[in-house]
């Protein structure tokens, strides 16, 4: 489901008693990253009146008994319970403490009640396991960060997690990725109530483009939930993930599993949120975007080394994936790097990827052990944001980036 996809819902329910749609309630808990919690009171919470940005009334809320302490031992008290919420149009939960814990059943019965009264629920981040939680999800299009995307499908398997978009809008129910999209996510919300100039007006107040293109591929790594660890599909992940420069279907994984096909698939699409194949292709596609940033090999030179049949076969899976073809994203890469950065890493990528008639086992394999062992850890807040020339003008945008509404 694309970032537009409001645009083939039905309007949202029209609000029922007290609520105002220009009342925004935020949800907090304690332990969340302030980081995360800060962007809705900044964006609904200030007066900009003066700026062409239309006035929200913001209502922050604790999801629980205060204080909350939130990163670095700080203390909150929040002016509002969940009282409050039942006069607010527009409900954010920016963040969740821990994506293993369940949260507060007070604040689920409030996130539901809003809901069913018409009010808009916004997820940001690990705020979408909250409105999970709450079943706000079930049979919906969702994102969340791209690190988090695999646990949320493993724990709620009748939410369509899509870990690809910055944001997704389904109406009355919208959520984003890391930091860094919660800001798209919130000008979006501006620009669907007041329009493109006055989520213009504020994108320039907060110093962020209005629109950013592109989704979380260039972030995504070959990170898998912790829990895999102790599976027995864990050994057969790993030997995929140290052998992609070899042709090998998922049959040939189902093989090394004692497996049917069948049981495989729905094996791991239960431990991982995603179909076999595609998880496969999406790690070939990933392993090629490395050695096109990193080596000087050809296109034909990386099909090989990424374990797919042909140069074509890697091209029509590269542009569907990133929206590029992998030259022009070589080339819109290295136009924004520094020389020299790629060139210095090959030594290192060679390492890890043999060529293609190489023997099978690989020296110094960084990605084996380390792809198995990443922990998307409870409470963590460790979000892939854009380096610092991510906008910076005359630089071209790497292909691959799906444009935003």
């Known amino acids: 489901m694309s970032q537009d996809s409001a645009t083939a819902t039905e309007a949202a329910r029209k609000l029922t008693g007290r609520r105002?749609?220009?009342?925004?309630?935020?949800?907090?808990?304690?332990?969340?990253?302030?980081?995360e919690s800060s962007i809705p009171l900044s964006v609904f919470g200030i007066d900009r009146q003066d700026a062409g940005v239309p006035r929200y009334r913001l209502l922050v809320c604790g999801g629980e008994d205060g204080p909350l302490r939130t990163t670095g031992g700080l203390e909150l008290t929040t002016p509002y319970g969940l009282e409050a919420i039942s006069r607010a149009g527009t409900v954010v939960v920016p963040a969740w403490r821990s994506i293993t814990s369940p949260p507060p059943a007070e604040a689920l019965d409030a996130?539901?009640?809003?809901?069913?009264?018409?009010?808009?629920?916004?997820?940001?981040?690990?705020?979408?396991?909250?409105?999970?939680?709450?079943g706000l999800l079930d049979g919906r299009p969702a994102t969340t960060h791209w690190m988090y995307a695999p646990t949320l499908a493993k724990r709620y398997p009748s939410v369509h997690v899509d870990p690809r978009e910055l944001f997704v809008d389904d109406g009355d129910v919208l959520t984003s990725a890391g930091t860094a999209a919660g800001i798209d996510l919130c000008l979006h919300i501006v620009r669907t109530d007041h329009g493109t100039e006055a989520a213009g007006a504020l994108a320039r107040r907060l110093v962020v483009p209005p629109r950013r293109s592109g989704g979380q591929e260039r972030y995504l790594d070959r990170s898998l939930p912790e829990e895999i660890g102790s599976?027995?599909?864990?050994?057969?992940?790993?030997?995929a993930l140290e052998h992609l420069h070899e042709q090998f279907d998922v049959e040939t994984l189902a093989a090394r599993a004692y497996m049917s096909r069948r049981t495989f698939d729905r094996r791991f699409r239960s431990l991982t949120g995603s179909a076999p194949l595609q998880w496969l292709i999406?790690?070939?596609?990933?392993?090629?975007?490395?050695?096109?940033?990193?080596?000087?090999?050809?296109?034909?030179?990386?099909?090989?080394?990424?374990?797919?049949?042909?140069?074509?076969?890697?091209?029509?899976?590269?542009?569907?994936?990133?929206?590029?073809?992998?030259a022009a994203y070589r080339a819109a890469?290295?136009?924004?790097?520094?020389?020299?950065?790629?060139?210095?890493?090959?030594?290192v990528i060679e390492t890890v990827v043999p060529s293609q008639g190489s023997p099978s086992g690989r020296r110094g394999t960084p990605m084996s052990s380390a792809a198995i062992g990443v922990s998307a850890s409870a409470g963590s807040s460790e979000h892939s944001l854009p380096g610092p020339d991510a906008y910076a003008p005359g630089r071209p945008a790497l292909p691959g980036q799906r444009s935003a509404p």
């Open 282 to 326: 999406t790690q070939r596609v990933l392993q090629a975007q490395r050695l096109l940033e990193t080596s000087d090999y050809s296109v034909d030179e990386v099909a090989g080394r990424c374990g797919f049949r042909s140069p074509v076969a890697l091209r029509g899976h590269f542009r569907r994936q990133l929206g590029s073809s992998p």
């Open 20 to 35: 105002r749609r220009e009342v925004v309630a935020v949800l907090l808990f304690s332990g969340g990253p302030i980081f």
């Open 231 to 239: 599976d027995p599909l864990a050994e057969v992940v790993a030997w």
């Open 111 to 134: 996130l539901r009640r809003a809901h069913e009264e018409g009010a808009r629920i916004v997820g940001l981040c690990t705020g979408a396991f909250v409105l999970a939680a709450a």
């Open 333 to 347: 890469y290295r136009a924004r790097r520094p020389q020299g950065v790629a060139e210095s890493a090959a030594a």
